[in-house]
């Protein structure tokens, strides 16, 4: 399975309270943590495919190999990690009460060499999987609707699908990067808009 079915388990892991309570490796141990010069806890996300509960307030730095290097400010609780992978790692957040994914932010190597390249094989996998594609610049793309492979980082760490009920914002920046923010349920939209808001807000470079 995909991406969905891996993004559903992590959000009923974690509002059935089984998530961790802090970051660790794949090998159980905790990952480093600093205190940036804002006073903020920063730690490295942990390489790994497994659910993380992260912190509030907590900044988090992109997994080791992941160029170009960022920083993510938790805005708020509730929100997990489940892949991290030198070429992409997503951060995401169930609907509240339910196991089900509310919005999963993923940060993408692309398998193409530039922006424009990425945009456009995503653009044509949405087309190719009966999605609804609008341009709204040259570097960032809607997609609605759909059934099909979507966009897929470098080394295949992350793999998204259009979704019948769903959208997709990809935005590409040079690197090259792209941010995915994926929605699998539009009856959502106002709440995972606004959560996704905040969180793309706390996105700088490293």
Not at 133 to 144: C, I, K, T
């Amino acid at each position: 399975m995909r991406i969905l079915l891996a993004v559903l388990l992590a959000a009923a892991a974690l509002t059935s309270g089984c998530a961790s309570s802090s970051p660790k490796s794949s090998d159980g141990t905790s990952a480093p943590a600093t205190v940036g010069p804002s006073g903020r806890r920063v730690e490295t996300l942990p390489l790994g495919k497994d659910d993380l509960a992260l912190e509030a307030g907590t900044t988090y730095t992109s997994p080791d190999g992941f160029e170009p290097a960022l920083h993510v400010t938790v805005p708020g609780p509730g929100w997990n990690s489940t892949h991290r992978g030198s070429d992409a790692f997503d951060i995401g957040r169930p609907v509240p009460g339910a196991d089900a994914a509310l919005v999963v932010v993923a940060f993408l190597t692309p398998q193409e060499a530039s922006t424009e390249d990425a945009l456009a094989t995503v653009a044509q996998r949405a087309k190719d999987a009966g999605a609804k594609v609008d341009q709204a610049n040259p570097s960032e793309l809607h997609v609605s609707g759909g059934s099909g492979p979507l966009v897929t980082s470098r080394d295949g760490s992350i793999a998204l699908d259009a979704v019948p009920d769903g959208y997709a914002t990809i935005r590409a920046a040079d690197g090259p990067l792209l941010t995915v923010t994926w929605v699998p349920d539009a009856k959502n939209r106002k709440q995972a808009d606004q959560r996704s808001a905040q969180l793309t807000a706390a996105v700088q470079p490293a």
